[in-house]
């Protein structure tokens, strides 16, 4: 938000721009068991305004560790005045667990920059009717009447029985696939080109909030020959009354290298007789209403002209003439996590002591410094409390416990406790500094163990043992999950690795030419999707990596923060996707590449995602790999100062480091790539794979 402050019951906010929020949680409500039907809140906005309303639940009340999941409402029709709005509770969609409510986050605005308000938000008793009339309740959808579309041509051949089913064109199953990388589930381009102000996914649903009518979005399905399997394209639809845009079917006269420019045919909405009221329901048009398109060489769908948010559900093309809906199948059930054998522990030797009462905003009880280590962190004090409010997985409360090296031999058999209310969907991790206790040299912590807090948490209080291998764990708290190691450093003594992220495929050969020239092997992590994507050229270009002695690791399959997906099911989706295009390109016995070997994307670890690492692998200690030189690329490749590159890894190989983090994004990092190398080999380190840095007995001899 730009601006946010309450009085007299509302809470006044500007909205900053798409990804602006206001949020309330709560202590889990049973809101049918409770006799409750609906939500009233008040609001103001301008004139015509919508927003989305998510409602956040959970599988039960009794597991306060559960992860919730997100179902959503848009109110439009705003009246530009301070209104009260009705909204019962089964007008969401995604199928909430309604007696299972822990917050409600208003998102989604359809205008930035100006003052709106909320209050005055409750459970209403009973029935609840709808107010605005654009938030009416949702029937069963086993009954949702078919939604009808003008026909001026025969229907498409129907295909026979049990020959057939729906060709997905996007299940909305990752938000990095389609706004990061720029896919659908066809592996084809699927983009908004930046002029939406928000898509969000979630449930496997989109949320798409323009900007203004100059907003769009598509997805393209490469050149597709549908003409006797496939009769249209269906898929769910949630708008608020009123709301139209227009839909635009590509097709081509060729396909392959000698296609021709692309043609378009566009119809609004409404010439679709597609009318909206709140209520999610099925959507679908033959492609016979788009006159003179060549239904074999289709290429894209386009959404334009957008006059307020919608959310689409998974989309596909449907067999034959009668329109049906892809249904996700279920998550099967994820790899078990591995456990660690609990053994009992002795009685600590020293007394317990307090780290952090919160009672000073820039000390800790110890008297040493605490404080937020990255932006998209708000932090209040009060009453020996710390409230946190975060919305960003990357960002982390610090409390130090010596400006030196702290020893906790002595509490080999103690429990850190920290007392908390609200969610524990949080990390905790113990940091180990470096062999010569100096922040000044690299790596700089050495490395980190995290734990998971729902795992140890009570309703209102953690325990974690110090040391999960000499703690009895069966009474008192869950056996330690195998999490990995935690690497920023070689520790091979005078080795330096290069270990090289994702990048622009054309700028790939060039890569491979420089370290060529050098002869020295590197590391490359790589991200899984653009692997099977054949016009990137990157398998091709990896292969031969390979083959020429360097090391192939992961990089997860769309490059999320994987700490901060929402459950497990979607953290395991990354990692079997990622293993599986990994293998489906290089083999599943590929020396070259090493699944054990994994990057988080921007760096971002937390305990989920290395228990699911570990757990997906069926290996206890997979390797995570972090950094201790920097080239900063993302801060200075793009400036007028892309020499800083330089500076940022000369500073931190003179500190000690010798593990480095690059991309190949942009043309002048990898134009930089020699001077680093020549910085590395003046150190007279040896310059190796990463594998090879850290003493892997799986890893190649050094030549």
Request: glycine residues 8%; aromatic residues 10%.
């Amino acid at each position: 938000m730009t601006a946010i402050a309450a009085s007299g019951g509302q809470v006044m906010f500007i909205p900053k721009d798409g990804n602006s929020y206001f949020y309330e949680s709560f202590n889990c409500q049973q809101a049918v068991t409770d006799g409750y039907g609906g939500i009233q809140f008040t609001v103001s906005g301008p004139a015509g305004g919508s927003f989305a309303l998510e409602l956040q639940s959970t599988d039960n009340c009794a597991n306060g560790n559960a992860t919730y999941r997100s179902s959503y409402n848009i109110i439009g029709n705003l009246t530009g005045q301070l209104q009260t709005v009705n909204v019962p509770l089964d007008g969401f969609d995604n199928d909430p667990n309604y007696d299972a409510i822990v917050g409600l986050v208003w998102s989604g605005f359809s205008q930035n920059g100006i003052q709106w308000s909320i209050g005055n938000i409750t459970f209403v008793c009973g029935t609840v009717a709808s107010s605005p009339p654009s938030t009416t309740s949702v029937s069963t959808r086993s009954t949702i009447p078919p939604t009808t579309v003008p026909t001026t041509s025969p229907p498409a051949t129907t295909s026979p029985a049990g020959k057939c089913s729906n060709l997905l064109i996007d299940d909305w199953e990752s938000q990095s696939r389609l706004t990061f990388l720029g896919y659908n589930a066809m592996n084809q381009a699927s983009s908004d080109d930046g002029t939406m102000a928000s898509i969000v996914v979630s449930g496997h649903r989109v949320m798409l909030t323009p900007k203004d009518t100059d907003s769009y979005f598509y997805s393209e399905f490469g050149c597709l020959n549908v003409n006797t399997t496939y009769g249209g394209i269906a898929f769910r639809i949630r708008a608020a009354r009123g709301t139209t845009f227009d839909v635009t079917m590509g097709y081509t006269t060729s396909c392959g290298a000698n296609s021709s420019d692309p043609k378009t045919v566009t119809l609004t909405s409404a010439q679709l007789k597609w009318n909206f009221d709140g209520i999610e329901r099925l959507y679908w048009f033959p492609f016979s209403v788009f006159k003179g398109i060549d239904t074999t060489k289709l290429y894209m769908i386009y959404f334009s002209n957008f006059n307020a948010p919608v959310i689409f559900g998974p989309m596909s093309f449907y067999c034959g003439s009668t329109a049906s809906e892809y249904v996700v199948p279920a998550t099967p059930p994820g790899s078990p996590a591995i456990t660690r054998s609990a053994v009992s522990e002795p009685a600590p030797d020293a007394k317990g002591f307090v780290i952090d009462n919160f009672a000073n905003q820039d000390t800790n009880a110890l008297g040493e410094w605490h404080g937020i280590d990255e932006d998209g962190m708000t932090v209040t004090f009060g009453n020996n409390r710390m409230t946190i409010s975060a919305n960003d997985s990357d960002a982390s409360w610090d409390t130090q416990l010596s400006s030196k090296c702290a020893d906790l031999s002595a509490y080999a058999g103690a429990y850190l406790h920290i007392a908390y209310s609200g969610s524990n969907k949080f990390t905790v991790s113990l940091q180990q500094h470096n062999a010569q206790c100096n922040e000044s040299m690299q790596p700089f912590p050495e490395t980190w163990d995290s734990l998971e807090a729902a795992r140890y948490a009570s309703a209102s209080d953690i325990y974690m043992p110090l040391s999960h291998f000499n703690v009895n764990l069966t009474r008192l708290v869950p056996s330690k999950l195998a999490s990995g190691r935690l690497v920023f450093a070689c520790t091979r003594p005078d080795s330096f690795a290069f270990a090289i992220d994702d990048g622009d495929p054309q700028l790939a050969p060039r890569v491979m030419e420089i370290v060529k020239q050098a002869d020295i092997p590197v590391t490359f992590f790589t991200v899984g999707l653009p692997l099977l994507d054949p016009s990137s050229g990157l398998a091709d270009i990896y292969k031969e990596m390979a083959s020429r002695g360097h090391q192939i690791a992961l990089h997860s399959y769309t490059h999320p923060k994987m700490e901060g997906l929402p459950d497990t099911a979607s953290i395991d989706w990354e990692y079997n996707n990622d293993i599986g295009a990994t293998k489906q390109v290089f083999g599943a016995s590929n020396r070259a590449v090493h699944l054990n070997y994994f990057r988080p994307p921007f760096g971002t670890e937390g305990a989920r995602m290395r228990q699911r690492l570990a757990a997906n692998l069926d290996d206890p200690n997979p390797y995570i790999i972090q950094w201790s030189v920097d080239v900063e690329d993302w801060l200075w490749a793009m400036t007028d100062t892309p020499g800083k590159q330089l500076d940022a890894f000369k500073r931190d190989v003179a500190k000690g480091g010798n593990l480095v983090v690059m991309h190949y994004l942009y043309n002048s990092t990898v134009e930089l790539l020699p001077e680093f190398i020549k910085v590395a080999k003046a150190t007279g380190k040896r310059l190796m794979r990463v594998d090879q840095c850290l003493e892997d007995p799986r890893a190649p001899p050094l030549s």
